[in-house]
């Protein structure tokens, strides 16, 4: 396998994951660029390589730019940059690969559909990448790479990815944001949010064999209303959970009478 | 241990799941009642006892009697029935234990807080159940059950109990429609539910060790308004998927806006 020099712009989360990963793969990392110096300086450290905070900087060494970047941050960052006849390349999965067009002339997409925080480890063998790429050459580089990473390797145009990250949306931060509302509610009522570890680890390993309506219980499928509506007199001082308590029961509700 | 003679009012998940666990350890399941005959002849049949649909051939000949039906069948089910002075036991979450006290002398709650589904095995060992009875005999019965079967066992009162409650609703039930609402839009654009299957179960274990709040990433917590606008556009035509979008995302922002 060609071993690259690359270069990070972008030292969030996805950064540091993959960034991580490529080193232990092989690959060189010629620098890390941020905007905020904290980032920037953490990053390159871990990996042994130096930073920059200035576009000004940043390197022409690297044979690949990984842009890590939060979407409304790319242009602003990529259109201070050259990148010549380098493969400039987005980790994103609600941007289109087009937005890169008039920053390089080789450019690609490298989509790692997972959650990812700092300081806890993933298994990129099972996390499934998403590739997409200007030119067949350029596709074949992203596909080795992703390749080396994981076992689950997709190629997909923007359009499906940017499903897939809306989908992600709903099953991944709409779902943790349940477990944030439960810790919330269970905390004003000095009761501890571990007992809800079990619950939460069988309601995301059934839906590894199930369907998740097959997967449904409580009382919003039973459509028993007395609990219902128990429950959302017992919320009644906490009006955001209140909310969600309502549009949630009403959704599942409706959504199991709709046909199969 | 005693070995006890119980009778199940309610042949569902729970009543499925609990009595073929307590005959494991050992005791003696002497009859099912189910309003419908095909749920109390399957559940009857997997345990080798008999079976009613009929509150007034409801054996005298048990210990204790396990009610697992829907909070607003409970009255009008046992209110058919006479318990003298046996034990009288109801699963749910969120009926308190007083609504037991016009049917019998001796009563209590038994609460397994899990997602059940009735083909599904679950590990009861990890299940905390959570009890509470008339008086302490009937707490040291009910304890005792709920030790051979699990190893969180915890007594808790009614009013805590339905606060629990309200959380599981949250971190499973609204969880799992998480999953249902992902399945349904990737559907609409032939991509596989399949695919978020490793996310799903990144999400759940990172808060079996970080708190949620800890946990959350995606395009809200980072307030990336050109991600959300153009996921609300791209969910225009299925307005309650777009709805589902706002409302989370609005809470995800400003819970973290909140002090910790």
Redesign the interface.
């Known amino acids: 396998m060609k071993k690259y020099k690359i270069a990070f712009i972008g030292a969030g989360?996805v950064a540091t994951h993959l960034s991580n990963e490529l080193k232990k793969c092989g690959h060189e990392m010629v620098q890390v660029y941020s905007r905020t110096e904290e980032s920037a300086k953490q990053l390159a450290d871990s990996l042994h390589t130096t930073f920059t905070t200035s576009t000004e900087t940043i390197t022409k060494e690297a044979d690949i730019y990984i842009v890590a970047l939060?979407?409304?941050a790319v242009d602003q960052v990529l259109s201070k940059i050259g990148f010549g006849d380098k493969l400039l390349v987005h980790c994103s999965g609600?941007l289109p690969m087009s937005v890169l067009s008039q920053y390089a002339k080789n450019y690609g997409v490298f989509y790692p559909?997972?959650?990812?925080?700092k300081n806890?480890k993933?298994d990129f063998k099972?996390?499934?990448i998403f590739v997409e790429a200007s030119s067949s050459e350029n596709l074949n580089i992203l596909e080795e790479l992703a390749n080396e990473l994981s076992e689950?390797v997709t190629i997909l145009n923007s359009e499906?990815r940017?499903?897939?990250?809306?989908?992600?949306?709903?099953?991944?931060?709409?779902?943790?944001?349940?477990?944030?509302?439960?810790?919330?509610?269970?905390e004003t009522?000095d009761?501890q949010?571990e007992?809800?570890?079990?619950?939460?680890?069988?309601?995301?390993?059934?839906?590894?064999?199930?369907?998740?309506?097959?997967?449904?219980?409580?009382?919003?499928?039973?459509f028993?209303?007395?609990?219902i509506k128990?429950?959302l007199s017992?919320?009644k001082e906490m009006s955001?959970?209140q909310?969600?308590?309502n549009?949630?029961s009403k959704?599942?509700f409706?959504?199991h009478q709709e046909k199969q």
């Open positions: 989360n939060k979407d409304s609600s559909l997972q959650t990812f925080s806890r993933v099972q996390i499934p689950s499906k940017k499903s897939l990250h809306i989908a992600a949306v709903f099953a991944c931060n709409f779902a943790n944001h349940c477990y944030a509302m439960a810790a919330k509610y269970l009522k009761l949010f007992i809800l570890r079990p619950l939460i680890m069988e309601t995301a390993q059934k839906v590894q064999e199930l369907h998740p309506k097959d997967a449904q219980t409580g009382p919003a499928i039973r028993d209303e007395n609990i128990s429950h017992e919320l955001d959970l909310e969600l308590y549009s949630n959704s599942i409706e959504h």
